[in-house]
């Protein structure tokens, strides 16, 4: 089993930033891909971004390019999301995931392991 545990949401101004962590215990071998998500009031949970922890490959939604970037630490079993420019349409819960291949797909059904979630409000 692998634990996953969001911190760092929380309420911000149109245009802020914001950094998200997740802390990953237990078999941590097996979240060698990991990504974010986000849901939103009333709308089904999407995928964000996505790395791996040898860093060969990083994937982002549309929306969040060139705003957020993605990364691991893996001394600290940790994965992070920082959060730039931020827009009122990213208020959402963001939920961390993690998978054992090391390819991080975009796909909520081929991760494994999934946090609490985090929630982050962006105020116009």
């Known amino acids: 089993q692998v634990q996953l545990v969001e911190s760092g949401g929380g309420l911000v101004q149109a245009g802020g930033s914001l950094r998200l962590s997740c802390v990953a215990s237990?078999?941590?071998?097996?979240?060698?891909?990991m990504a974010w998500f986000r849901q939103a009031p009333g709308k089904e949970r999407e995928f964000v971004a996505a790395?791996?922890?040898?860093?060969?490959?990083?994937r982002y939604t549309e929306s969040v390019k060139a705003r957020f970037t993605v990364s691991t630490d893996n001394a600290k079993n940790t994965l992070y999301l920082q959060m730039n420019s931020l827009k009122p349409e990213d208020t959402a819960v963001y939920y961390c995931?993690?998978?054992?291949?090391?390819?991080?797909?975009?796909?909520?059904?081929?991760?494994?392991?999934w946090g609490q979630g985090t929630q982050v409000t962006v105020s116009s």
């Open positions: 995931a993690a998978r054992a291949s090391i390819i991080p797909t975009m796909r909520e059904s081929e991760y494994t392991y």
């Open positions: 237990g078999r941590t071998f097996a979240s060698a891909a």
């Open positions: 790395t791996n922890r040898i860093g060969s490959s990083t």
